[in-house]
């Protein structure tokens, strides 16, 4: 739970410890991939419940974490740029039509900040798993609200071609 999440990870640690020694080739890395993104996916979930900036906190400790043990996993990439996405979106669902006009730049620079970092960990997913749907309408989405028509465009064709498929 979101409260003792501490004793899933000293249990987690015991359970490497143990069939590391127990299993010869126990995969190891994979294990502890799977362990953090579902530890991450559970504090995400939290986090888009509640808007609880400590399960924010938590949410990019373990997707750092799973990118720290492999940078080139094509799924911790894309849940820490659909992270960053969802966040943004959430600004702009959030501004009322009545919002002054300081106050609308304020939030806009905001959201674009927010688009801005899910941009690399998107296009490095998308290099790593250029087929993946859900990883190209991504990267349609994050260039359409960064105002990049020609890529957001670029990758709706890619999107419809592998729609077509």
């Not at 106050?103 to 959201?111: C, F, G, N, S």
Request: aromatic share 14%.
């Amino acid at each position: 739970d979101s409260l003792n999440y501490q004793t899933s990870i000293w249990c987690f640690n015991k359970y490497l410890s143990i069939y590391k020694s127990v299993e010869v080739g126990f995969d190891e890395k994979g294990k502890s991939m799977e362990y953090y993104l579902s530890l991450s996916y559970y504090f995400q979930e939290i986090f888009e419940q509640n808007a609880s900036q400590n399960a924010l906190i938590l949410t990019k400790q373990f997707l750092n974490k799973s990118l720290e043990i492999n940078p080139n996993s094509a799924m911790a990439n894309k849940n820490m740029a659909v992270l960053y996405y969802n966040i943004g979106v959430n600004i702009i669902k959030k501004m009322d039509y009545d919002v002054d006009l300081e106050q609308l730049y304020v939030l806009q620079e905001e959201a674009s900040k927010l688009f801005k970092q899910a941009e690399p960990f998107m296009s490095k997913a998308y290099q790593l798993s250029p087929k993946d749907k859900t990883i190209v309408e991504g990267m349609q989405g994050i260039y359409y609200q960064l105002n990049d028509t020609e890529k957001s465009n670029e990758f709706k064709k890619k999107l419809e071609a592998l729609n077509a498929q």
